[in-house]
């Protein structure tokens, strides 16, 4: 059984750095196809795709936050860790992880499971 | 970016209803289309993939269907557990994107 769960701070103070870790089980980031995402939603917004790395290290960054967000993964742990620096009132949202599972087509390879989320509230 | 365009924004039902859903694509992505299910305070969950493929355990009342950009996810004999908001997700292409959202409410 597949499960995500997201983890760090609730309140973060602007232009402080975000750091968010989604640990997971039921899967190993060491398989070939597979990649976990991260996503978020502001409160009564919309949701907005932020990254994604894939087994082999791979990464890809939403073009309008990618200067600011970086995300890793320790295989070993089973952790995929989402910074995102000089934070802002507009970070203020609840973080996602989600899995991809790793299918035998391109349209199989979709976001099959995902984490309950974490709200980051962005306040001096 | 692709932009999603999701209508409508809310609808209200009944139990027993049939409800549907649609979402148009900005440009081709074939059928790399996804449906979830949000509820607040839980994990979003999958629907429906490939436009039309059933995620393993979700009941057979929910259908989706593909012509060209349109997408629409139906729901027949709307459940009480079904009161929820739904998401469509492109990914197709780098960034991933998202529709509006639909909140079906009880009527």
């Known amino acids: 059984q597949i499960t995500l769960k997201e983890s760090g701070p609730t309140l973060v103070k602007p232009t402080q750095t975000l750091t968010l870790t989604c640990t997971f089980s039921?899967?190993?980031?060491?398989?070939?196809?597979?990649?976990v995402a991260w996503i978020r939603q502001p409160p009564g917004k919309a949701l907005e795709w932020l990254a994604l790395?894939?087994?082999?290290?791979?990464?890809r960054y939403s073009p309008s936050l990618r200067s600011r967000l970086t995300i890793t993964k320790d295989t070993s742990r089973n952790q995929v860790v989402l910074t995102l620096t000089n934070i802002d009132p507009v970070d203020t949202a609840t973080y996602f992880c989600?899995?991809?599972?790793?299918?035998?087509?391109?349209?199989?390879?979709?976001?099959?499971?995902w984490g309950r989320g974490t709200l980051v509230t962005v306040s001096s | 970016d692709i932009q999603m365009t999701q209508s409508p924004s809310s609808l209200s039902a009944s139990v027993g209803d049939r409800v549907t859903i649609t979402c148009r694509a900005s440009?081709?992505?074939?059928?790399?289309l996804l449906w979830f299910q949000q509820k607040p305070g839980t994990a979003p969950k999958s629907l429906i993939y490939?436009?039309?493929s059933l995620q393993s355990g979700v009941p057979s009342r929910f259908s989706g269907s593909a012509s060209g950009t349109d997408f629409t996810l139906t729901i027949n004999n709307l459940q009480p557990e079904d009161f929820a908001t739904y998401y469509c997700?492109?990914?197709?292409?780098?960034?991933?994107?998202f529709g509006g959202g639909t909140e079906v409410e009880i009527k």
């Open positions: 440009q081709d992505i074939s059928n790399y």
């Open positions: 490939a436009a039309s």
């Open positions: 039921g899967f190993s980031l060491s398989t070939t196809g597979v990649a």
């Open positions: 790395i894939y087994w082999d290290d791979d990464k």
């Open positions: 989600t899995h991809r599972k790793s299918g035998s087509s391109g349209p199989e390879k979709y976001f099959d499971l």
């Open positions: 997700q492109q990914y197709k292409n780098y960034p991933f994107t």
